[in-house]
């Protein structure tokens, strides 16, 4: 059989002449070559199709929203601290008048606290309301009568449109019920710690103001007052107010009540 297959090759070799044997070895080769070019093309179309298919997930990621920033939402909510009523600007007056009513009107300043346990001393059997109307002022004073306030079970209210900030709400806070008239105004902001004659420009003035901020603290916890007020306070500038909306007043737990509803004065 491999003699026979051999003798049919060589007829054929002698039959061709040496051109047509170049023809078919080239028609060959080009068979050959473009059977490979369609394999790498298949292969490279089918490499390209799965890097799309993949690149939503590597390369394209949808843009993730920046974290909303923790002051956005007060910055809008920052008032210049009021200045400009002489009553308030004056050092505290106390002044009892009806209904058991003792009116707290101006700047808490260092003695305010003695003048306010000496007021109630002589007319504790009739106070059962403090009203405030002031812009805050010494800390230690405020949470003095703060103190007292919640000591003598006295409520504490803030008539409409009046003013209760700074220190102030420390004082508010002491009350066993705490009432806010309409357009009332309750603000806060940091501390500020006041330097002795004799302090250094040291860290004892942070050292004393954390102290005093831990004790502001403590006497909003001890009062039940949501300790979110107190974060307002520590956000917010000293030369600016964080003031509270209605309905924040009472989700804090700072305002209980609705203001005591009086009997108008007679017309004369």
């Known amino acids: ?3 026979a297959l051999h003798r049919h090759l060589h007829a054929w070799l002698a039959g061709n002449p040496d051109e047509s044997i170049l023809r078919w070895i080239f028609r060959a080769v080009l068979v050959v070559s473009i059977a490979v070019l369609a394999a790498d093309l298949v292969e490279i179309n089918h490499t390209g199709l799965g890097s799309d298919a993949a690149s939503p997930q590597l390369d394209i ?6 974290p909303p920033s ?28 009806g209904g058991g009513r003792l009116y707290a009107t101006g700047t808490i300043t260092p003695g305010s606290a003695r003048a306010f346990t000496e007021e109630v001393e002589r007319h504790g059997e009739y106070i059962r309301t403090v009203v405030l109307n002031s812009p805050g002022g010494s800390v230690a004073d405020a949470l003095a009568m703060g103190r007292l306030i919640r000591t003598r079970k006295f409520a504490t209210e803030i008539e409409a449109g009046k003013y209760c900030a700074s220190s102030c ?7 066993i019920e705490r009432r806010a008239g309409e357009r009332a105004v309750i603000g806060v902001h940091q501390i500020a710690a006041v330097r002795t004659a004799s302090a250094a420009r040291s860290g004892d003035d942070m050292s004393r103001a954390q102290n005093i901020s831990a004790r502001c603290q403590r006497h909003l916890a001890d009062m039940g007052i949501d300790l979110k007020v107190w974060v307002h306070a520590m956000e917010t500038p000293h030369d600016q107010l964080f003031t509270f909306k ?4 009472k989700s804090l737990n700072l305002v209980t009540s609705a203001p005591e509803s009086r009997p108008e004065k007679p017309r004369t």
């Open 1 to 3: 059989m491999g003699s």
């Open 61 to 66: 990621q949808p843009e993730q929203p920046e």
């Open 70 to 97: 923790v002051l956005a939402p007060l910055v809008k909510r920052l008032l210049a601290v009021p200045t400009g009523d002489p009553a308030l600007e004056q050092p505290l007056s106390l002044e009892l008048r």
């Open 169 to 175: 709400p420390l004082v508010f806070a002491g009350g």
């Open 246 to 249: 209605p309905d924040e007043l």
